[in-house]
Nanobody
Framework: QVQLVESGGGLVQAGGSLRLSCAASGRTFNRYAMNWFRQAPGKEREFVAA????????TYADSVKGRFTISRDNAKNTVYLQMNSLKPEDTAVYYC??????????????????WGQGTQVTVSS
């Protein structure tokens, strides 16, 4: 069993930055592919970024490529999402998700084994 707790969301002006954190419980964190998703009001949950077990491989949605960076610290059981050059269209609830058995995963939201409760990010214009 893994519990995920996100933090770091908030209100920021367009062009600003935020760093989200996702702290995981359990002793097998380094066996999980970790992802960030987001969901805006009235929209489906969408993939944002993914990172492999050891952190050596990452992938991003086209909408955030070059602006967001995913990273992980397995010693701290934590995955991060550094968000720069934020835009109003980045406004959403951001969720981290864990998937066991895959080195890196870009599967649909239904593929993931564990989810955090989400953290709100609001970008004002």
């Amino acid at each position: 069993q893994v519990q995920l707790v996100e933090s770091g969301g908030g209100l920021v002006q367009a062009g600003g930055s935020l760093r989200l954190s996702c702290a995981a419980s359990g002793r097998t964190f380094n066996r999980y592919a970790m992802n960030w998703f987001r969901q805006a009001p009235g929209k489906e949950r969408e993939f944002v970024a993914a990172i492999s077990w050891g952190g050596g491989a990452t992938t991003y949605a086209d909408s955030v490529k070059g602006r967001f960076t995913i990273s992980r610290d397995n010693a701290k059981n934590t995955v991060y999402l550094q968000m720069n050059s934020l835009k109003p269209e980045d406004t959403a609830v951001y969720y981290c998700a864990a998937r066991l058995g895959y080195s890196i995963s870009i599967g649909p939201a239904s593929s993931y084994d564990y989810w955090g409760q989400g953290t709100q990010v609001t970008v004002s214009s």
